[in-house]
Structures are given as structure tokens and as C-alpha cells.
């Protein structure tokens, strides 16, 4: 079983910063992706930003620029940084972390964690 535990998150003003870190433990397995994704009242819940195992990143239209995910697969964690915050980034930001094996995909998510930005 793989466990994700995000934190980091808070209230933030317009423009501030924030940085998100999800921790993974469990059985870890090479090859895998983790992204962060986010959920606004009434809206579905959508990626922000994803990384491999091996580094390669991508970024949703609506954070690219500001926003930066990074990983450290020997202390097993994830983070997003964001800058120049906005209102309509407030959500619920879930930790995501997917593998396949033998052609069937696991996903494990985390519990999320609440941003609001506003003055």
C-alpha cells in the first residue's frame, strides 16, 4: 500500500506564495508519476501539475509560469511551489501518485489540503 500525506497548505493573499509537500510511504515502485490536483466548490477536480520518476514535468495552462513541482525520490516526497497566487486558485489540492504494472494502473491519493487565497 502507498500512503500520501500533503501539507502546506493555508490562506494567502492575492500574489503571496505557497508551497505544497506530500510525503509517500509504502511499497515505492520505479517508473511511476505523482501530480498535484485541485477541486473547487462545484467544479471537478482537475490536474495542476504532474512529474516522473525520471523528472519530466507538465503543467496545466492556468499555473504554468508560476507555479514549479519538483521531487525528491530518495526521501520519497513531492512539492509545488506557487507564486503570484490568485483567487481561482483556491481549492482543495490533492496529491496524486499512479504506476503500472503489468498493464494494470494503481492510484493512490492523498487527503487533501485546503488553499485560499484572498485579501
Known amino acids: 500500500q502507498v500512503q500520501l500525506v500533503e501539507s502546506g497548505g493555508g490562506l494567502v493573499q492575492p500574489g503571496g506564495s505557497l508551497r505544497l509537500s506530500c510525503a509517500v510511504s509504502g511499497t515505492i515502485f520505479s517508473n511511476n508519476t505523482m501530480g498535484w490536483y485541485r477541486q473547487a466548490p462545484g467544479k471537478q477536480r482537475e490536474e495542476v501539475a504532474s512529474i516522473t520518476s525520471g523528472g519530466t514535468t507538465n503543467y496545466a495552462d492556468s499555473v504554468k509560469g508560476r507555479s514549479a513541482i519538483s521531487r525528491d525520490n530518495t526521501k520519497k516526497t513531492m512539492s509545488l511551489q506557487m507564486n503570484d497566487l490568485k483567487p481561482e486558485d483556491t481549492a482543495v489540492y490533492y496529491c496524486?501518485?499512479?504506476?503500472?504494472?503489468?498493464?494494470?494502473?494503481?492510484?493512490?491519493w492523498g487527503q487533501g489540503t485546503q488553499v485560499t487565497v484572498s485579501s
Open positions: 496524486r501518485y499512479w504506476v503500472t504494472i503489468f498493464g494494470k494502473q494503481y492510484n493512490y
